[in-house]
Each structure stands twice: as structure tokens, then as C-alpha cells.
């Protein structure tokens, strides 16, 4: 059984590439968390192991992941495998993620990083329809040899863990998150048309419209699903964001 977490694509990609080639479920945590107000006290059952897929925040995976697997009950299989995807680092995400398995009494089967398009514009660049392009047909090779790995009950390799990789997973990401994490900054500009596509695509239900405008609450988990689907690239992040491609994956794979 397959979950995914995803803000622009990537990481629902990457579930719904193993599914296909797993033939397993794929449920996605952004509409379980949608439509029941976070999804606690649920019991999941599979035969084969639980696969999450995610973004990487902040080189750990996101809050909403951890909480989702926190708060729910996973029987049958013991095995749980972990893929993220990052614009190019996991920090030590995996030791969080052994502790986060020994919690729930699963067995830990490792984390494999899949490299996809950047999408964190409220702080980076994204990359163009082009380059993203390439930059997703080169993930291919590797989540398709991680889906090998699952079938055939292996473990992902393990991967060196430095000291940076310790501070970034986790003196900044607690940093990150107490200090970055914020819907503060959004805003809708004169392009908008008040189509409701952001308030739809927000997992936290975190947006609403106000006189036909988006207006931000404080639930935010900076996914950036609010930011970079909406088809009028009518919102802006501060500064950050102004003049920079808006990333989807469903932009480039539709191409
Ligand atoms: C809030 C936030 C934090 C991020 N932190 C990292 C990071 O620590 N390391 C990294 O390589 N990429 C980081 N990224 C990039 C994303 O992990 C990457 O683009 C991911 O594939 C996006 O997945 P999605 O399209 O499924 O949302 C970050 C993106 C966001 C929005
Ligand atoms: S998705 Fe864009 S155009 Fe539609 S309401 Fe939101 S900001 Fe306006
Ligand atoms: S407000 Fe935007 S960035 Fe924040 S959680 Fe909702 S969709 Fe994601």
C-alpha cells in the first residue's frame, strides 16, 4: 500500500510510477487529510509493505507525513519503505525515519531519494519546463530500481550520514519550521479571476475567498500547491516569488 504526500506533483508522481509497476494501492494523504480533517485514528491493512512517498522539507519529511503516520495504525505487512523527493539533499532524514517506525512498531526498510524539479519558490528557483523535463527523466532509472527493491523485499541501500546532515535535519529544521513556515507572505494579485482553484488545492484548508480574492489563514505547511497551480500565476510570495516559473509536474509531464 502506497501514500503520498504532494504540494506540485512530484511526489505523487513517483507513488503513482510504483503503483503502476508495484500494481499496489496509491492513496493520497493530501485528500485523506482533506476531506477528514486530518485523517487521525484510521487502520490501514496490506498483505505487502507500506511505501510513503513524500517531499523532502527542510531535509526531513514534511510534518503533515509524520503526523499522518503518527496518528494512524498500519497492520498487516510490517515493512515500511520511504522515498523523497528532494531538489537535492535528505539531510539525515533517515534517522528520523527509524525512530519514527520503531514508534509504530514497523520495520524499517530504508529511505531512497529521488531527485525531482525544485519547487520551493517561495525561497529558491525553480527550474524551467525544459530543464525540469530532463531533470524528471533522470529520476526514472533509480524509482524504477526502487520498486525492484520493494518487489523483491530488499532493503534501499543505506546511505553515509554526516554532521551537516545532522545539523540541517535537525537544529534548521526546527529552526525552519518555528521561523520560515508561514502563509504571511502570500497575496493575490490583479491577474486573479477568482476561479476557487486555490482554496480546492490547499490540503490544510487553509484558504478562502474574500469579494472573489483569496485571503491566507494561518495553517500553512508551504507545499506551495496554492502558488503553482493556480492558472493565472496570480499569487506572489513577498518578493521571492515574483518572476519566477510556478513548477508542477503535471505541467511538464503534460507537455
Ligand atoms: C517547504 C519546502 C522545503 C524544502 N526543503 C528541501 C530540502 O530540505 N532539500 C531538498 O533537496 N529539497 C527541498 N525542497 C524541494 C522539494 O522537496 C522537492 O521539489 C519535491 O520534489 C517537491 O515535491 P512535491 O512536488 O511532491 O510537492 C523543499 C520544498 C519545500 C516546498
Ligand atoms: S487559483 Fe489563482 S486565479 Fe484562482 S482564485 Fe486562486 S489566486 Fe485567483
Ligand atoms: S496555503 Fe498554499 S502553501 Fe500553504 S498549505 Fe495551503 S496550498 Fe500549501
Not at 531519494?113 to 533522470?138: G, L, T
Request: glycine share 8%; hydrophobic share 40%.
Amino acid at each position: 500500500m502506497i501514500f503520498y504526500f504532494s504540494g506540485t506533483g512530484n511526489s505523487r508522481f513517483v507513488a503513482e510510477t510504483l503503483g503502476k509497476t508495484l500494481s499496489e494501492t496509491v492513496l493520497s494523504v493530501n485528500d485523506l487529510i482533506r476531506d477528514t480533517a486530518r485523517a487521525a485514528g484510521g487502520e490501514y491493512v496490506s498483505e505487502t509493505p507500506f511505501v510513503f512517498v513524500s517531499p523532502t522539507y527542510a531535509w526531513r519529511i514534511p510534518h503533515v507525513m509524520e503526523t499522518f503516520i503518527r496518528e494512524n495504525a498500519f497492520s498487516g505487512c510490517r515493512d515500511a519503505y520511504f522515498l523523497m523527493t528532494c531538489g537535492d539533499s535528505i539531510g539525515a532524514a533517515a534517522r528520523y525515519l527509524q525512530t519514527l517506525c520503531k514508534e509504530k512498531g514497523l520495520h524499517f526498510r530504508g529511505v531512497q531519494k529521488i531527485v525531482m524539479p525544485e519547487n520551493y519558490i517561495a525561497m529558491f528557483s525553480a527550474p524551467e519546463m525544459n530543464e525540469a523535463e530532463k531533470i524528471i527523466a533522470n529520476a526514472v532509472p533509480g524509482l524504477l530500481t526502487a520498486a525492484e527493491t520493494v518487489r523483491a523485499g530488499k532493503d534501499f541501500p543505506s546511505q553515509k550520514i554526516g554532521a551537516l546532515d545532522r545539523l540541517y535535519s535537525g537544529a534548521v529544521n526546527t529552526v525552519f519550521y518555528k521561523w520560515f513556515v508561514s502563509a504571511k507572505g502570500f497575496y493575490a494579485t490583479d491577474a486573479c479571476i477568482g476561479c476557487g482553484l486555490c482554496v480546492k488545492n490547499c490540503p490544510f484548508h487553509n484558504i478562502k475567498l474574500q469579494n472573489g480574492k483569496p485571503v491566507w489563514g494561518a495553517d500553512c505547511t508551504h507545499c506551495m500547491a496554492c502558488i503553482c497551480h493556480c492558472p493565472k500565476e496570480a499569487i506572489e510570495y513577498k518578493k521571492k516569488s515574483q518572476g519566477q516559473p510556478r513548477y508542477t509536474a503535471e505541467k511538464v509531464l503534460k507537455k
